[in-house]
């Protein structure tokens, strides 16, 4: 049982978890803030015109969207961890009904850095379940049982370029903006948003222009 042997006491566990709760609510508000700022650029480069710079923009609500979900599972975890601390407590090895929790908490804290308590919830459970395991979780070994949708929302790679298009499609569509495209790119994806051609816009045959923003294209410029 490592470290904790019999002293092990799960109420530990259940302080750490609320805690973590706790925590989660003040970092939810500030990467919500954070997110909300994101899009309000991303709307305002639109109405500009500027719709690679809001393309690139998009990245930064989509990591500050993600970080978001991460953090939601993350406290459904922690309740988990409260509601079943009576099986951390007398089960030597992590509970069937607990490994997922662990598991993804055991991960996230290996990918968060300022988070004292779920660092030290990763470091009771590497104590209590062995190395192995919590190396398991941390690597992503084959049979870990870490949430699949945990994994990319902690990630650090750079969104691919298909998923940024559809966000900045979807956000167009929500603040009133056209995006009228001409660049293959571009069109090819457009879902949610009207396309037009320049020469349609400049024949006047798009209708309800008034109540919004039309944004063409000419040689993959905004003009």
């Known amino acids: 049982m490592g470290l904790f042997g019999r002293k ?3 109420s530990r566990v259940t302080t750490l978890a609320n ?14 803030v954070r997110c909300s700022l994101a899009r309000s650029d991303v709307i305002q480069l639109l109405h500009l015109g500027r719709q690679e710079d809001a393309l690139h923009r998009v990245e930064l609500v989509i990591k500050e ?4 979900d991460a953090l939601a599972m ?6 988990l961890l409260i509601g079943k601390r009576v099986l951390i407590q007398t089960k030597g090895e992590c509970p ?6 662990v598991s993804s908490l055991i991960f996230a804290a290996s990918r968060w850095g300022e988070f004292p308590e779920l660092h030290e919830l990763r470091d009771i459970f590497t104590s209590r379940y062995g190395n192995e395991f919590a190396a398991q979780c941390v690597d992503l070994r084959n049979n870990c ?6 994994i990319p929302k902690l990630s650090k790679r750079h969104t691919g370029s298909g998923k940024r298009r559809n966000m900045l499609i979807d956000i167009a569509a929500h603040c009133g ?3 009228c495209a001409e660049d293959e790119e571009t069109s090819d994806i457009t879902i949610e948003v009207k396309v037009y051609s320049k020469k349609e816009c400049a024949q006047g045959e798009v209708g309800g222009t008034e109540a919004a923003s039309v944004i063409i294209l000419e040689d ?3 003009v």
Do not use: D, G, W
């Open 8 to 10: 092990f006491k799960a």
């Open 19 to 32: 805690l973590a709760i706790s925590r989660i609510a003040i970092l939810r508000n500030q990467h919500q």
């Open 145 to 150: 049982s870490v949430h699949p949708k945990m």
């Open 177 to 179: 903006v056209t995006l």
């Open 74 to 79: 993350m406290e459904k975890y922690c309740h």
């Open 220 to 222: 993959t410029r905004i």
């Open 65 to 68: 969207q993600n970080t978001l």
């Open 96 to 101: 069937e009904e607990l490994a997922e929790a």
